[in-house]
Nanobody
Framework: QVRLVESGGGLVQAGGSLRLSCVAS????????MDWYRQAPGKQRELVGS???????NYAESVKGRFTISRDNAENTVALQMNNLKPEDTAVYYC????????WGQGTQVTVSS
């Protein structure tokens, strides 16, 4: 019943920007901390950042100053604005939340070319 659907991934040149979106359903969204993760080829999945129900954000050191997480509780969405993208940002990006068990979206591919 809980669903997370990411969108907005694509191919971009280094220095460019992308905005990812995640739409949640089956939960009381406004009460939930929402997370963004990514998994690069051959790498472990890592936390990119999170946003609390009150809009307080946390970011991995590797993306600080470049990525911004926001949420729209009325639309049950969380966004990841990615600026000044680097090739090392290439990964599948996942939206996630915890409802006792961690739930994941299907992921959206971000590819950054040199």
């Amino acid at each position: 019943q809980v669903r997370l659907v990411e969108s907005g991934g694509g191919l971009v040149q280094a220095g460019g920007s992308l905005r990812l979106s995640c739409v949640a359903s089956g939960i009381t969204f406004r009460y939930r901390v929402m997370d963004w993760y990514r998994q690069a080829p051959g790498k472990q999945r890592e936390l990119v950042g999170s946003i609390s129900n009150g809009g307080v954000t946390n970011y991995a050191e590797s993306v600080k100053g470049r990525f911004t997480i926001s949420r729209d509780n009325a639309e049950n969405t969380v966004a990841l604005q990615m600026n000044n993208l680097k090739p090392e940002d290439t990964a599948v990006y996942y939206c996630a939340l915890n409802i006792g068990v961690r739930m994941w979206g299907q992921g959206t591919q971000v590819t950054v070319s040199s």
